[in-house]
């Protein structure tokens, strides 16, 4: 389900296993839709681009880095509500 999203909506149910060094990256749309000075929206490539970036680190580390680098790409105020969780699998019980 969407972060946000209805729950009574019937989206639909999928399972991936995931493995160590796996990373899970949910956002909602206010991240992918945050515009910099020159109107150009972010959009997923550029996360893609940092979360591979980023992939080495800590999944807070990542986190922080992610919101870093937009606010600085960005170099605006955000507008929009931004929800941003990443799960970093490691293989610790």
Not at 54 to 80: M, R, V, Y
Request: proline content about 4%; some cysteine.
């Amino acid at each position: 389900m969407p972060l946000g999203g209805p729950v009574t909506f019937p989206y639909k149910e999928d399972h991936l296993p995931l493995h160590v060094g796996d990373i899970v990256m949910m956002m909602s749309d206010g991240l992918t839709e945050r515009f910099n000075q020159q109107r150009k929206m972010l959009g997923q490539e550029k996360l893609s681009e940092w979360l591979i970036e980023f992939a080495n680190i800590n999944s807070k580390g990542i986190l922080e880095s992610i919101i870093a680098a937009t606010n600085s790409w960005a170099g605006t105020e955000q507008k929009d509500d931004i929800t941003l969780c990443v799960v970093k699998i490691n293989g610790s019980d």
